[in-house]
Every structure is written in structure tokens, then in C-alpha cells.
């Protein structure tokens, strides 16, 4: 079986790597360790420590199909470990390849309902959201981003956590990606936790509510690490039609361009022009990009006293607050995955624009239960499933 962690699949990384070899490839390979690359290095053998690395990775469920686009379906459980490299002083370097694409600036259309609503998306790796991207705390890792050449604007990739100022993904020569044109975010995963990453550039409403966004879990140290659950992504977001407009000022809100001059509140025209511009709203909601996801019967299956640990990240633009409220149990709440104990025992969450944790439950009763946000319009809207819960 072609696995991740055989060497088949090592080999093949290496000899990819090599043809796609650049300067800084270059002066990895000779400090690289023979278990990455066993093919290059046939006399040697692997240590208990790089061993340790892939039972973990296992353990976490890592995809071998890392570049293959998630639906909504595959989204839930779909974790992107990254290349992995072992060098010889014990670092695990991780190294990611996401693509921008905005598609001349107009969007691809993708489906956000079940019915087929379209929505002109911009896109990491051709989906919305973006792929979960899955490291250790500790690793050195390398995400290359990549700004299609058919694109029409720039685009950075912006994560949370800590990090040089260089490589922070703003405007600027901190990450501004050109189309056609790409750049290497480089770091050491710290501290362990959930981080949303996404697009940084002007005006940013825009370029998130287009879709440009996604999670990087950081997990905690192998003898650290988390019990045992099945584990999902769940990434809150929006779209709004009003917002498609924007970049190009065409609608009466042109997001991005700062509060209005005295000059423009003392002239009567240009004042009322001001005071008639409105934030655009959004027409739908979702829990990882389609309304009404998990809707129909058995789409998340789950055993009485099945543990289950939810990693949920709110990237909903124009409304500040969003929420997540599930039916029949209770969950423990670790705000932002930094701590290995929860603060809260409860049945709802609020987040603003941003914000995340893990939620840790396991259910008491069988039944098909509910999850929403408790905001009843969004529910209303498409952000709402359901977990079906029987006793075997
Ligand atoms: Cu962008």
C-alpha cells in the first residue's frame, strides 16, 4: 500500500524535490537525514526518533492526498502534514505549496448550496476555505505561496501565531505576492494552538469574503500531545454578493477606503454621499463553505460515548459575532488550542472575527442532534447540520 510513511513514498518526495530543486532545496539536501530519503541513502537506516515523527503524523490522521482540492465532505477530516524532511541535527522541516488563484480578478464559481447556488470564489488550492495545514510545535516549517499567473491582483498568505516581521504577509515587502510571481514564509511552529490563516491585502474584507482563507493547527510536542478523539475541521464563514464589487469601487461601500476627510462632512453633497454608504451583509452562511452542509441524514456519523474533538475557527466578515451551539450534550472549550485544559464546560461558543478553539465532547444519548450557530438568522441562512448519533 502506498503510504506516506513507506519508502516508496520518501523516494518519490526526494527525487520530486530534486527536480524542483532550488537554491535553498540545495542546501537542505546535505544536512538531510537518511530516513527522509532512504532511496538516496540506502546503508543507512531510521532512527526511533524520525519513527516517532510518523506514528504521530498517523496519528493525526495526516492525508497522503495533500494537494487534492476538499469538498465539503472531505474538508471535516482532510489535514495537510506537509513534505516532511528530517535533518540530521533532529529538526523536522515541514514545507507546504499553496496556489492563489483569483481568476482574472472575476472568481471561479463554486457551489455554497445543495441546489447549486454559485459564488465567483478566489481560491487556495481551488477550494473554499483553503486546506487545514497540520504541524508540530517545533517544527521549522516552509509554506510557499504561490500567486497563479492568472491572477489580477496581489495576494499574501497572513498566519497567526508567532513570527518574523518579514514574513508577516501584509502590505508591503513582508509577503505581497504579484501575480505569476511567488514567496517563501518561513517559521518554527509556536506555540501550539489553532491559527486561521488568510489573504492580507487591501481591502481585506474583500479578499477573505471572496474566500481566501483557511486553518493551520499547531500541535502540541509528540509526549504532549492530545488523547485520542475523531477529529474535524470546522471553519465558520460567509459570502456576501454585495461585496463583489468592491475592488474596483463599483458599489456605494468601497471597503478599504478609511473614514471620511472633514473636507467631505463639510460639503452638504459629499456628506450625504457618506452617510448613505452601507456595509455590504451577507446573503449566506456556512460551516466549511456549504450552506446546509451536514443536513442530510448520516453525513457525521457518531457512537454514544465516542470521543470527538472539533477544531473551529469564525472567519465571518461584515458581522461581527458568530457562534456555535450544539443540541443534546455538553462540550469542554479550549479557547484558542494554547492550553491542555479546558475553561469551560457549555453548550455555546461566541467568536468574533478570528477567533478559535477546540471543542472536546462526547455524546451521552443517541438521537440527531443539531449543531448551529444560535444566531438564528445565520441558521436560517445555511449554518446549521447535524450529527446522527446512534448507540453502536
Ligand atoms: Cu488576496
Redesign the pocket.
Known amino acids: 500500500m502506498f503510504s506516506p510513511f513507506s519508502k516508496s513514498f520518501f523516494t518519490t518526495l526526494a527525487i520530486a524535490l530534486l527536480l524542483s530543486s532550488s537554491a535553498v532545496i540545495g542546501s537542505f539536501m546535505a544536512a538531510i537525514s537518511a530516513y527522509a530519503f532512504p532511496g538516496l541513502f540506502p546503508s543507512q537506516s531510521s532512527s526511533p526518533y524520525t519513527e516517532q515523527i510518523a506514528e504521530y503524523d498517523k496519528e493525526k490522521n495526516c492525508a497522503m492526498d495533500q494537494h487534492t482540492p476538499t469538498t465539503y465532505m472531505t474538508y471535516l477530516t482532510h489535514f495537510s502534514c506537509g513534505h516532511v524532511t528530517v535533518l540530521n541535527n533532529g529538526t523536522t522541516l515541514r514545507r507546504f505549496t499553496l496556489v492563489?488563484d483569483?481568476y482574472h480578478g472575476t472568481g471561479k464559481n463554486i457551489p455554497i448550496t445543495k441546489e447549486g447556488l454559485q459564488f465567483p470564489a478566489?481560491t487556495f488550492n481551488g477550494s473554499v476555505p483553503g486546506p487545514t495545514l497540520r504541524v508540530t510545535e517545533g517544527d521549522h516549517v516552509i509554506v510557499d505561496v504561490i500567486n497563479s499567473k492568472d491572477s489580477n491582483?496581489?495576494?499574501?498568505w497572513h498566519v497567526h501565531s508567532i513570527h518574523s516581521g518579514s514574513v508577516d504577509g501584509v502590505m508591503g515587502t513582508s509577503g505581497m505576492i504579484f501575480p505569476g510571481q511567488d514567496f517563501k514564509y518561513t517559521f518554527v511552529a509556536r506555540p501550539y494552538g489553532i491559527y486561521p490563516y488568510?489573504?492580507?491585502?487591501e481591502p481585506?474584507e474583500?479578499?477573505i469574503n471572496?474566500g481566501?482563507y483557511g486553518m493551520m493547527i499547531i500541535d502540541p510536542a509528540f509526549k504532549e500531545r492530545r488523547t485520542p478523539a475523531t477529529e474535524f475541521v470546522m471553519l465558520m464563514n460567509g459570502y456576501s454578493y454585495d461585496d463583489l464589487n468592491n475592488t474596483i469601487g463599483g458599489g456605494g461601500w468601497v471597503a478599504g477606503q478609511g473614514p471620511p476627510t472633514p473636507q467631505q462632512m463639510a460639503n452638504p453633497v459629499e456628506r450625504a454621499h457618506v452617510m448613505s454608504e452601507s456595509e455590504p451583509g451577507n446573503q449566506v452562511y456556512s460551516v466549511n463553505g456549504m450552506a446546509f452542509g451536514y443536513t442530510d441524514r448520516d453525513e457525521i456519523h457518531l457512537k454514544v460515548g465516542q470521543p470527538v474533538r472539533i477544531y473551529l475557527v469564525n472567519m465571518l466578515e461584515f458581522d461581527p459575532l458568530n457562534n456555535f451551539h450544539l443540541h443534546g450534550d455538553m462540550f469542554y472549550y479550549i479557547p484558542i488550542g494554547t492550553n491542555e485544559k479546558p475553561t469551560m464546560y457549555t453548550d455555546i461558543v461566541q467568536m468574533m472575527q478570528g477567533d478559535r478553539g477546540i471543542l472536546q465532547f462526547t455524546y451521552h444519548n443517541p438521537g440527531e442532534f443539531m449543531f448551529h450557530a444560535h444566531k438564528n438568522e445565520f441558521t436560517r441562512l445555511g449554518w446549521m447540520g447535524f450529527f446522527n448519533v446512534t448507540k453502536s
Open positions: 492563489i483569483d478566489w491582483l496581489t495576494h499574501s488568510h489573504c492580507h491585502m481585506v474583500t479578499h471572496r481566501l
